[in-house]
């Protein structure tokens, strides 16, 4: 049995264990039986003129942007997407296809998931204090089919069930240098800059700052995946197969007051708090006027509402006036008054 280690060694840190056999790697080698598991049913396929698979909720669009959606979702069976998948291939489209389909409420899986090894997943979540994996997602990708950089609130656990899948990931505090889109837009907790692989360093300069790592998950790894850790990930063999295995981190406990330091981490969703404070007092669809406006009085260094405003958000957490200045000009640099579906 494999030992856990403690939780200060896993926490915040992505790894990679090998060999954890949490699901049955052999079975699914032969993507038939996925094929069997689902013939009666219909799930959830995207598809994509290019390779890439850039993720967007359009209940979350509160700034009203006007959006050009990047992928196409529609309920098919797997024996369609299989067979639409090889077509794609044989015929040397750019096109490509991604099932991504949430597995609760799946009964037919119940026999599946009876013999999946949960214990290294449920062991691993109460020893870094989260909740129970509650939540998995399965992946089934073309070759070559991406999933541009962006970052979940959630821990997880990443299985590599069948073929390789290359990854890079940042930690949460590279926020800034990743150009994320605003939390107002569809794509909140997306990275502008999309691919890693292929950044565009004039329009995203700080990006050659970011401090990536790069791994290949082959079948039988399992990924930590931190909270905030922003990920791109690429399928490098046709029809490779992951499941994740998400939980809850709790929430900051601020019984005892607000500390009088917070972790880099912590600024991090500090920043992110800030950003929705002022779309919610100055209106949503103003976010982007709002935050040039507040970079134009701090550079000016003029007096205004709207900085008296975030001066005392910034305050109450505790960031001296002689550094809000910069905080501020660091989180709007470069994220704003821009065309923002150029890197949808
Ligand atoms: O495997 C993929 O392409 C995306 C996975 C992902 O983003 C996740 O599990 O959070
Ligand atoms: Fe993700």
């Known amino acids: 049995m494999l030992d856990i280690m403690k939780p200060q060694s896993v926490a915040g840190h992505p790894l990679i264990i090998e060999g954890s056999g949490i699901i049955e790697a052999g079975k699914w080698s032969d993507v038939s039986h996925v094929q069997k598991l689902w013939k009666d049913r219909k799930v959830l396929i ?23 959606h990047p992928v196409q979702e529609v309920q098919d069976s797997v024996a369609s997407f299989l067979e639409q998948a090889d077509k794609m291939l044989s015929e040397g489209a750019d096109e490509r296809m991604y099932l991504q389909e949430t597995l609760s409420g799946h009964s037919e899986m119940a026999e599946e998931f009876a013999s999946w090894k949960w214990e290294l997943p449920i062991r691993i979540s109460h020893a870094c204090g989260w909740g129970l994996p509650d ?3 399965l992946f089934i990708g073309m070759q070559g089919a ?4 962006h970052f979940d609130e959630r821990e997880n656990l990443f299985f590599q069930v069948r073929g390789q899948k290359e990854i890079v990931v940042f930690p949460f505090v590279d926020y800034v240098k990743l150009y994320p889109f605003p939390t107002t837009h569809p794509c909140d907790r997306q990275s502008m800059v999309g691919s890693p692989i292929e950044a565009d360093l004039n329009a995203f300069p700080k990006f050659k700052d970011a401090s990536g790592h790069y791994a290949t998950l082959r079948a039988g790894d399992l990924l930590y995946l931190p909270y905030g850790w922003w990920h791109w990930l690429r399928n490098l063999d046709n029809m490779a197969i992951s499941v994740s295995f998400w939980s809850t981190t709790p929430a900051t406990d601020l019984s005892n007051g607000v500390p009088s330091e917070f972790s880099d981490h912590m600024l991090t969703r500090v920043r992110r708090n800030l ?3 002022v779309a919610q007092k100055f209106g949503p669809e103003h976010l982007d006027e709002s935050m040039l406006k507040l970079q134009q009085i701090v550079r000016n260094k003029q007096d205004d509402p709207i900085l008296k405003y975030v001066r005392e958000l910034l305050a109450a957490v505790k960031i001296p006036p002689q550094k809000q200045d910069d905080f501020l000009l660091e989180i709007i640099d470069g994220r704003f008054g821009i065309d923002w579906n150029k890197y949808v």
């Open 135 to 137: 939540s998995n997602e």
């Open 46 to 68: 995207k598809k994509s003129p290019n390779s890439k698979f850039r993720y967007f909720d359009m209940k979350k669009n509160s700034g009203k942007f006007d959006f050009r």
């Open 146 to 149: 991406e999933t541009p950089l």
């Open 275 to 277: 950003e929705s404070l």
